[in-house]
Every structure is written in C-alpha cells, then in structure tokens.
C-alpha cells in the first residue's frame, strides 16, 4: 500500500498543511504504509508536484521500446512492407503515446513535454519510412497521413 502527499502551495504554504515525510500504519501484521514521491495509478505516474514529466519519459521510452521491438520482428528476409509499418505504427505506438493525454494534457506551457512525444513519434517515422535521422519530418508526416503531436493532442 503507496500513500501520496502533495506539496504545499509555494505561496501558502500553510494551505495544505506540512509535507508528511514519515508514516507508519500497521492494521494487520503484514500491512504496511509507504509514502512514496510518485504513484503508479492505472498507468499514470502522478508525481506530488502534479508534474507529468515522468509519466510522459516513461511512455516515450515505453514507445521506443516497441519500435525497436517491432523492427525486430520484421527483420526478416523480406521484412514487414510499407502497410503493415502503418498498421502496426497506429495500432501500437500512438496509443502509447497518447496514454493518459486527457488527463496530463491542458496545452498551456507544455512545450517540453510535446517535444518529448513529437522526438520519439519522429524516430518511429523514420522506421516506417525506412528514411535517414536527418530527414526532415514535415514531409514525412504528409507522405505517411499521420498528423504531428501537438495535432493529436487536440
């Protein structure tokens, strides 16, 4: 069992009270209370500043992981064709992208996090595509029909 505790507001920081650095609950023998600085909740990582750094780091990496997991597969004498890249682009690695945009996502000072997602969502382009790092995106993106992240986002 994980507890999270917020911080204080910066401005008030007697608004929410003192940050909880220790805790100990025992109900049972084996039942034990860990305050813990990020909580894993149906696959969001919420951070007690309620910043969506890690959680977006986490989904990036998770996205990179299945390109490289899929190019392994393909890597076959012939390999997997143009279509089926698509395919598995859309079926596999945008909604790990995506994963819990609704909740993290308000579109106001959050360039940073879209570039994390825009980086990975071009290395998967380039996959697909079969293309070089150093190919610029936006044709990429017109040739393969699959929109920009900050378009999907909304």
């Known amino acids: 069992m994980e507890l999270i505790t917020f ?4 401005h008030n920081p007697y608004r929410h009270g003192p940050k909880i650095t220790g805790l100990q609950y025992r109900r049972n023998q084996g039942d034990h209370v860990t305050n813990v600085s990020v909580l894993r909740y149906l696959g969001l990582y919420i951070d007690e500043c309620l910043k969506w750094d890690r959680h977006v780091k986490i989904m990036v990496t998770q996205a990179r992981s299945t390109i490289k997991a899929v ?9 997997l064709d143009f279509l089926n890249w698509y395919r ?3 079926t596999l690695i945008i ?8 909740v993290w996502y308000t579109g106001v000072k959050q360039q ?3 570039k994390h997602l825009a980086i990975a969502q071009n290395e998967g382009l380039c996959k697909i595509t079969g293309t070089f790092h ?5 044709p990429l993106h017109n040739m393969m029909g699959i929109p920009p992240i900050p378009y999907l986002m909304k």
């Open 7 to 10: 911080y204080p507001h910066r």
């Open 71 to 79: 190019n392994l597969l393909g890597n076959s004498v012939r390999g």
């Open 88 to 90: 598995v682009y859309n």
């Open 95 to 102: 909604p790990v992208l995506m994963y819990g945009a609704p």
């Open 112 to 114: 940073g996090l879209l």
């Open 134 to 138: 150093t190919t610029l995106v936006e």
